[in-house]
């Protein structure tokens, strides 16, 4: 498991997958998490960073939250939003991430072709392994990775979760906008294409 900044609110969300917990640290969000239950996850969240603020009433913190969880219920309708976020990986996950956040909403990519494309081909292996480390869910879409073969594996907050996100995503008649890393302009340290990135 990572370390990750020290969050400073967090808020919780039901959502139809399960529950919805999103935290941020004073520099951006640093931990987005699925699960079957809030409860569940406010236990696994106070078991990793003890007593952090719960917030209702942050404008800014509500506004991402609730695009996240358009991201989770429409995706096709989720319009850009910049995020700034807070996360730390190795030199390797923060390239892994960063191509991972250019699959498009409704498009999947497989291990072996993700390690092609951090110039790696042999890697895929350590791919799937910073997939899985990811603490972004949603924002860094992990769950478009599938196997070489298109099944659908490994996803670290459930593989049902994975499946039904997939197949919101590849919805045809709810498609608004054209986006790349979920349509949002994703606030890191150094930058590609249109999008600012930034691993800390």
Known sequence: ???????????LKNVSIGGLLVAKSQKGICNIAL????????????????????VDDDNKFKRE???????IETPKLARKYDFSLDINGTVFQQKVWT??????????????VLAQRIGMPNAFRAVANACARNELALIIPCHRVVRKDGFISGYRWGVWRKQILLQREKKKNLTLFDWHCNGYSCTFHFFRNNFKFSFV
């Open 65 to 71: 939250v609730a695009h996240i969880v358009t991201m």
């Open 35 to 54: 699960g079957n239950t809030t409860e569940q996850l406010l236990q696994e969240f106070t078991d990793r960073f003890g007593n952090v603020k719960h």
């Open 99 to 112: 191509v991972l956040c250019e699959v498009p909403c409704g498009e999947t990519i497989s291990y072996e």
């Open 1 to 11: 498991m990572l370390k990750i900044s020290s969050p400073k609110i967090f808020c």
